[in-house]
């Protein structure tokens, strides 16, 4: 398993997150059922302007992206969609220490 993340971000405020996730196996049933799996949890986000996905598998490697531009996104219609979203959107904005400690929480080396 191969995990990145990039925020990009203008003093306090998170303009832009953007993931890359990949999946090595020779296992295809496992690969296939790790694409239904993260389909499945971005399913919900799929008219959401400005969150874009993209999960695809080629060879013995699943890529699964993520492009959320906060700059732009309804945080209102995020929250909406799973009420988790709240604790990472405070008026409509994400801060960085806030995504910053969700990341570390989660065991995420962060580097400025």
Known sequence: IDLKY????TGAYVDVVKSKEK??????ELLETYRKNVETQYAP????EHY???????GNV?????????????????IEIDSA???LIQDGK????TIKSLYESLGITCEK
């Open 23 to 28: 999946i090595t196996s020779d296992d295809e």
């Open 62 to 78: 699943l890529t699964s992206t993520a492009d959320i531009d906060y700059t732009k996104i309804d945080t209102s219609k995020m």
């Open 85 to 87: 979203n709240g604790s």
């Open 52 to 58: 874009v996905t993209n999960v695809s598998i080629d």
């Open 45 to 48: 986000y799929k008219d959401v």
């Open 6 to 9: 990039e925020v990009l971000y």
């Open 94 to 97: 994400v801060k960085l220490e």
